[in-house]
């Protein structure tokens, strides 16, 4: 099979496939083909961004829907990290959760920050230091080259850590970390 847009490129036959294209309408394209490789009875996993765009792309494959399971990342990973976490005593925490530890990992190094220490009190500050530490563990960066360009916000990022590890709960990076070890593992779910 070739790209149906010309490029010349081969696409995989392999059952496993993420699409990448410059317009969705390609990617939308690609991915209608894609599915209709398959019987209509034969079980997929159909993970888009959200569950309605995985829905818009098994209809636009036209035929039967089901045994194609609709999924996101995010759900595709906590089902695939669940039980691993489960079984270290770790649960999956989001939202509200996270920003409470935040909260209290800014309350146990308050007093060692110095440029943070005016605005750690106000009301949304938890919340943007909790997505700025989530986007730092999604991103890999380590604590030790945080320290380098901002101690503070690596004394913030171990305390959250901290905080998560008492707290018994993990946050999206851990349970991304843990699905990919379950995918490497050839967990049943990830085919």
Not at 43 to 71: D, I, K, N, Y
Not at 110 to 119: F, G, N, T, V, W
């Amino acid at each position: 099979m070739t790209d149906p847009h010309g490029s010349g490129a081969a696409l995989p036959d392999a059952s496993r496939r993420a699409l990448s294209a410059s317009r969705a309408e390609l990617r939308r394209e690609q991915a209608a083909l894609w599915l209709r490789r398959f019987a209509a009875n034969e079980s997929l996993v159909v993970m888009a961004p959200t569950l309605e765009a995985a829905a818009r792309m098994v209809r636009a494959a036209g035929g039967s829907s089901f045994g194609r399971q609709r999924t996101t990342l995010d759900r595709f990973a906590a089902a695939l990290a669940t039980l691993p976490l489960a079984r270290r005593g770790l649960l999956l925490a989001a939202g509200t959760a996270l920003e409470a530890v935040a909260a209290r990992a800014v309350a146990a190094v308050k007093h060692e920050l110095r440029h943070h220490r005016e605005i750690a009190d106000r009301p949304g500050f938890p919340r943007a230091l909790a997505r700025t530490l989530a986007e730092l563990r999604l991103a890999g960066v380590a604590e030790a080259a945080l320290a380098a360009e901002s101690p503070e916000l690596a004394l913030l990022l171990t305390s959250y850590r901290s905080e998560l590890a008492a707290s018994g709960l993990c946050d999206r990076a851990d349970a991304l970390s843990e699905a990919v070890r379950a995918v490497d593992g050839g967990h049943a779910l990830a085919g």
